[in-house]
T-cell receptor
Framework: GAVVSQHPSRVICKSGTSVKIECRSLDFQATTMFWYRQFPKQSLMLMATSNEGSKATYEQGVEKDKFLINHASLTLSTLTVTSAHPEDSSFYIC??????????FGPGTRLTVT | SQQGEEDPQALSIQEGENATMNCSYKTSINNLQWYRQNSGRGLVHLILIRSNEREKHSGRLRVTLDTSKKSSSLLITASRAADTASYFCATDHASGGSYIPTFGRGTSLIVHP
């Protein structure tokens, strides 16, 4: 099956710093990638939809200047959390969609901001 | 608002019993997918069922889809302790030329050995 990787799997950063999370589709090209965040014991909330070569579409309430998304190629999308604060601590999950709109999820990145 | 809503929110059963989880949604869909998530881990894709399909099987999993009622069910037969996890349904619906996946809150399943 299709494989999506995320790096890093865990990151701890200090408040005010920026953190970059990578999402890669390893064995297929993904025109569209999605970024989600998940708080403990809650569902995944879609943050943004990222299309290769164009600007990401952000969901309502998600600050585009804080969560920078770059989808530079058909196999790589990055999410940068800028000027991170403790309330940004969460589990961030990406997914990559095939041409038939099937989604494959990465293993997630646990971000802790101290 | 969330598209898919699972019920029950929590389910506790004994090993060997069957577990049934339901998912309801509000608008027309393209696909509906079921995922499992072990605590603190990423999502694992279980089954995709298309809007023109009514039932699909995969091993001990059986998924049904009733588009007239806008609902789906996931049945795990002969459950095992290793099935303990959260289960989410995700629906894809068209929005502005794209298919936007939306997740429900999930059902937390505990299977006691």
């Amino acid at each position: 099956g299709a494989v999506v990787s995320q790096h890093p799997s865990r990151v701890i950063c200090k408040s005010g710093t920026s953190v970059k999370i990578e999402c890669r589709s390893l064995d297929f090209q993904a025109t569209t990638m999605f970024w989600y965040r998940q708080f403990p014991k809650q569902s995944l909330m879609l943050m943004a939809t990222s299309n290769e070569g164009s600007k990401a579409t952000y969901e309502q309430g998600v600050e585009k200047d804080k969560f920078l998304i770059n989808h530079a190629s058909l196999t790589l999308s990055t999410l940068t959390v800028t000027s991170a604060h403790p309330e940004d601590s969460s589990f961030y999950i990406c997914s990559a969609a095939t041409d038939s709109y099937e989604q494959y999820f990465g293993p997630g990145t646990r971000l802790t901001v101290t | 608002s969330q598209q898919g809503e699972e019920d029950p929110q929590a389910l506790s059963i004994q090993e060997g019993e069957n577990a049934t989880m339901n998912c309801s949604y509000k608008t027309s869909i393209n696909n509906l997918q079921w995922y499992r998530q072990n605590s603190g881990r990423g999502l694992v894709h279980l089954i995709l069922i298309r809007s023109n399909e009514r039932e699909k099987h995969s091993g001990r999993l059986r998924v049904t889809l009733d588009t007239s009622k806008k609902s789906s069910s996931l049945l795990i037969t002969a459950s095992r302790a290793a099935d303990t996890a959260s289960y989410f349904c995700a629906t894809d619906h068209a929005s502005g030329g794209s298919y936007i996946p939306t997740f429900g809150r999930g059902t937390s399943l505990i299977v006691h050995p």
